[in-house]
Nanobody, 131 residues
Framework: QVQLVESGGGLVQPGGSLILSCAASGINLEDYAIAWFRQAPGKEREGVSCENTWNGFIYHADSVKGRFTMSRDTVKNTMYLRMDSLEPEDTAVYYC????????????????????????WGNGTLVTVSS
């Protein structure tokens, strides 16, 4: 059974940092593109950062470029989203996701542009940026 368990959310002041984790079990991350999405109150879920693990290319949405960094630990089978210089507009529930992409044919930007491509979703973790 595949499980994606997220952690690391919380309340942070503007300008602060957080690191989100997404631990995968029952699946090999190397066969999947990995993605981070978020959903702010009253808004649609949007792609934030996505990686084509076949070629290592990472796409970041313009709103987070230069502030967010994604990485993965293949030994721990865990993916991470480091968020720096957080802004109130970053307040949202953050979700990790996996899309089957064993030969890297799906580009990172496409992975982040659609919701229906994800094969698995994490449970979500709330990030609140407020003073």
């Amino acid at each position: 059974q595949v499980q994606l368990v997220e952690s690391g959310g919380g309340l942070v002041q503007p300008g602060g940092s957080l690191i989100l984790s997404c631990a995968a079990s029952g699946i090999n991350l190397e066969d999947y593109a990995i993605a981070w999405f978020r959903q702010a109150p009253g808004k649609e879920r949007e792609g934030v950062s996505c990686e084509n693990t076949w070629n290592g290319f990472i796409y970041h949405a313009d709103s987070v470029k230069g502030r967010f960094t994604m990485s993965r630990d293949t030994v721990k089978n865990t993916m991470y989203l480091r968020m720096d210089s957080l802004e109130p507009e970053d307040t949202a529930v953050y979700y990790c996701g996996l899309e089957y992409n064993p030969y890297g044919t799906i580009a990172a930007v496409k992975i982040c542009s659609r919701l229906n491509g994800m094969d698995y979703w994490g449970n979500g973790t709330l990030v609140t940026v407020s003073s």
